[in-house]
C-alpha cells in the first residue's frame, strides 16, 4: 500500500513557476508509471505528465515546453516543475503512481492570476 500526498500548490500570478510534490509513503523504486493530471472547475481531469520506468517523459500538447517532471526514487519523491504559468494552468494538481496497481494523491490547487 503506497500513500501520496501532494504539496506546493498555491497562488501565483500569469508567468511565475510553481513546483509540485507527490510524497509516496513506500518505495516507488518500482513504478511503471508516475504522473501528474489536473482538474479545472466543471471540466474532466486531463493527463498532464507522463514519466515511465525507463526515464521516458510525456506532456500534453499545452505544458509542453513550460513543465518538466522528475523523479527521485531515493526520496520517494516526484515533482512536477511549471514555468511560465497561465491562468487556464488553474486546477487542482494530483499524483498518480502505478505500481501493481495505481495510486492517487488528494491533490493541491494551483490557480494563476491574469
Known amino acids: 500500500q503506497v500513500q501520496l500526498v501532494e504539496s506546493g500548490g498555491g497562488l501565483v500570478q500569469a508567468g511565475g513557476s510553481l513546483r509540485l510534490s507527490c510524497a509516496a509513503s513506500?518505495?516507488?523504486?518500482?513504478?511503471?508509471?508516475m504522473g501528474w493530471y489536473r482538474q479545472a472547475p466543471g471540466k474532466q481531469r486531463e493527463l498532464v505528465a507522463t514519466?515511465?520506468?525507463?526515464?521516458?517523459?510525456t506532456y500534453t500538447d499545452s505544458v509542453k515546453g513550460r513543465f518538466t517532471i522528475s523523479g527521485d526514487n531515493a526520496k520517494n519523491m516526484v515533482y512536477l516543475q511549471m514555468n511560465s504559468l497561465k491562468p487556464e494552468d488553474t486546477a487542482v494538481y494530483y499524483c498518480?503512481?502505478?505500481?501493481?496497481?495505481?495510486?492517487w494523491g488528494q491533490g493541491t490547487q494551483v490557480t494563476v492570476s491574469s
Open positions: 498518480r503512481i502505478v505500481i501493481q496497481r495505481e495510486y
Open positions: 514519466m515511465y520506468s525507463g526515464g521516458r517523459t
Open positions: 513506500g518505495s516507488i523504486f518500482r513504478a511503471n508509471v
